[in-house]
């Protein structure tokens, strides 16, 4: 195991729905060390990208992408869930529906800080569905800047969003892969990367069936 697959083991709690809490060091709490390695694992896997912005969602994806930024000495933007009085100007918009969650979110980018000339990274915490990923890759696209890579702390590999993702032609890097939980004994099982890899190229094609994601502009 990596360490982070080793941190979710010891100290994340796996709850009834297939709910994995890693609350005590990685989205409320925060371990900053632990949090450095990832940005240096990261680092480490996008070498030679010409990144030069990383961009994530608010509110849980914040933390973890200041400190990737630090590794890639660039600024850090993240997209906002809901309109702002603080945010003026022109918006790039992308309406998320998650038929999981039978809910519609819009995710917001001020245009003056994304632009054609930017190589983005995204970096999320969770990676389950998909669905905010495709909103935040549609956004990037809208903005006519180029996606270099998405990396992610922890992959629901049970659910649909990484192999959604992987096959829209992305470079998507999760620093652990959970194929099971067990909330009974606390188990948890985790894809060896070198298998995500192989099963990826095995699984083919497979349409985004469980969101729908729309870009827009707002003046």
Avoid at 18 to 42: P, R, T, W, Y
């Amino acid at each position: 195991m990596n360490f982070l697959e080793e941190r979710i083991v010891k100290d994340g709690v796996v709850k009834e729905g297939n709910v994995l809490k890693v609350d005590s060091f990685l989205n409320h709490q925060m371990d900053i060390e632990l949090m450095d390695q990832m940005g240096a694992e990261f680092k480490r896997r996008f070498e030679g990208k010409p990144i030069n912005k990383i961009l994530t969602i608010e509110a849980s994806g914040i933390g973890i992408a200041c400190v990737v930024a630090q590794h890639f000495h660039v600024p850090v933007v993240f997209a906002k869930k809901s309109q702002s009085i603080n945010l003026d100007g022109e918006v790039y918009v992308a309406e998320v529906e998650s038929f999981t969650h039978k809910c519609i979110n819009h995710v917001i980018v001020g245009k003056k800080f994304l632009t054609e000339e930017d190589h983005v990274l995204i970096i999320d915490d969770f990676l389950a569905n998909g669905c905010a990923l495709q909103g935040l890759i549609q956004i990037v696209q809208a903005a006519g800047a180029t996606v270099e890579g998405i990396g992610i702390a922890i992959e629901k590999g049970f659910q649909s969003g990484g192999r959604i993702i992987r096959n829209l032609g992305f470079q998507l890097e999760s620093l652990a892969i959970v194929d099971g939980m067990d909330a009974e004994t606390g188990r948890i099982d985790f894809r060896p990367q070198q298998e995500e890899q192989r099963k990826s190229a095995a699984d083919g094609l497979i349409k985004p069936e469980e969101c729908v994601c729309r870009s827009s502009t707002l003046d």
